[in-house]
């Protein structure tokens, strides 16, 4: 389970997201598997993505948590019809990263 994420690491990455432009779109498909096995693979690259609704802006509501919950990832935000999913990368992921440099 995720540890709940501080005002200061919601205010950061809201700033943070500010900044990015939507890299993926929910379409026709929904929350489809491979839509979030998509998004799972972005977080592991990325640990914030931001996400558009281009098809299903009424559900957006109920979707985005959903999202979150299938993911493993925090919402930190849904304005509009874009949301942003954060989710640390694995402690071994960071490790290997450093042993790189």
Known sequence: MLEPLTNFQIRKFKAAAQLME????IGK???????????AD???RHELVK???????EEKKTLAPLLAEKTS???????GNVMVLHRPKPATAELAESAAD
């Open 51 to 57: 996400i558009k609704f281009a098809e299903f802006k």
């Open 22 to 25: 939507p890299t993926l779109k």
């Open 29 to 39: 498909a929904g929350l489809s598997d491979g839509f979030v096995r998509t998004v």
């Open 42 to 44: 972005e977080l592991d």
């Open 73 to 79: 990832s925090h919402l930190v935000m849904r304005v």
